[in-house]
DNA sequence: ATATAAAAAGACCTATATGTCTTTTTATAA
DNA sequence: TTATAAAAAGACATATAGGTCTTTTTATAT
C-alpha cells in the first residue's frame, strides 16, 4: 500500500516524538537502529521531511531531530502526502485518466469506499497518537 | 495502490471478455488500442496472464486471446495475485517485519479493516462483473 | 581558536517496474 | 508448400524507488 520511504518516515517520526518526550534528541543513525531501516537513507528520509517542515533538525554537537513544542498533532495523511505525493489519494483505481461520477471506471464506487476508509484512517492517526500506543505498551516500534 | 502493470491486466482481461461475447478473439495490438496501455508491454503483460492460465492465447492466423468456455469467473484477487505476488494483502501497513495480534504495529487494527475492505472487493468484483456493467453502458473502459 | 559531533548535501550505486525492439515460433489460408 | 498473421521470446532501454559513500556545513564543548 504505502511505499517503503514512506513507512521509515512514520516509524522515525514515531521514534523522534517518543525520545522527545524523555526529553532526548536522537539522530539518524540512533533512529535507523531503532526503527530497523538503512541508515544514510534515512538520514535522506528525514531531511525531506525537515524541508517539509514535519520535524525539526539542528546540526552541531548535541543536534538531532526534534518537534518544536506545541506542535499540532501531525497527521499519517500529512507525512503520505509529503512523501508520496498529493495525488496519492485521488487516482482511479482503474487505471483511467479522466473518470468521474459522470463517466466512472466500472471499479468507481466500490473502490471510492476503500480509498475513503483509508483516507479517513490516516486522518485519524497522529504521530502521537502512534507514540502514545507505544508507551502505554499495546503497540511495538519492533525496537523500544 | 495496484501498480500499472496490474491495472493494465484488469483491462485487458475485461476488453478480451468483451469482445469473446462478440465472437472476437482480439489480439494484443487491438487490446492495448482499445485500453489504451502501452502495446508491447500489453503483450507481455497477457502473456503473463496466460502462463498463469488466467486466459488463452493462440498463435498464428486467427489468433488472439480468449477465455475457454466455462470460465469460472475470474475475481480481481486473481489477477492481483498473479502479477504482484501473494503477499500484497498480508503485509504489515506500518513495515514490520514481524506484526501480528500478540505483537501489534500501532497501526494494525485500523489498517486490517482498511485492508480487509479492499481484499472483499477485490474478491467480489469479477472480470465478468465489469464486463456487464460496461455493457450495460453503467461503466466506461475508457473506450468502446 | 580548535576539536568534535552532529545534520546537510551531492555524487553515486542497485533493484524493480515499466516499456521497446527484434527475432522466433506456430496456426491458418491460399 | 508457401505466405501470412498472430503470439512468444529474448535482449534491450528508461524511469523510479530505494540505498550508499564521501564531503561540507554548523553548533557546541574544550
Known amino acids: 500500500m504505502l511505499g517503503k520511504t514512506t513507512e521509515y518516515a512514520i516509524r522515525a517520526l514515531v521514534y523522534i516524538y517518543i525520545q522527545n ?3 532526548e534528541r536522537p539522530g539518524f543513525k540512533e533512529i535507523a537502529k531503532m526503527i530497523d531501516s538503512p541508515e544514510q537513507f ?11 517542515e514535519l520535524v525539526s533538525s539542528m546540526k552541531g554537537r548535541g543536534g538531532g531531530f526534534f518537534f518544536n513544542e506545541p506542535t499540532n498533532p501531525i ?12 495525488e496519492y489519494f485521488s ?3 482503474f487505471g483511467l485518466k479522466r473518470c468521474d461520477a459522470n463517466n466512472p471506471c466500472p471499479l468507481h464506487d ?8 483509508f483516507f479517513k484512517m490516516v ?22
Not at 466500490?110 to 476508509?117: F, K, L, M
Not at 504521530?127 to 525496537?143: D, F, P
Open 21 to 23: 518526550m524523555e526529553g
Open 110 to 117: 466500490d473502490y471510492a469506499y476503500v480509498r475513503d476508509s
Open 91 to 93: 487516482k482511479c483505481g
Open 42 to 52: 534515512t538520514g535522506k528520509v528525514l531531511q525531506n521531511l525537515a524541508r517539509a
Open 75 to 86: 497527521t499519517l495523511f500529512k507525512v503520505i502526502e509529503a512523501i508520496e505525493g498529493k
Open 123 to 144: 486522518n485519524e492517526k497522529t504521530i502521537q497518537s502512534l507514540a502514545n500506543k507505544i508507551n502505554k505498551r499495546e503497540a511495538t516500534l519492533n525496537r523500544l
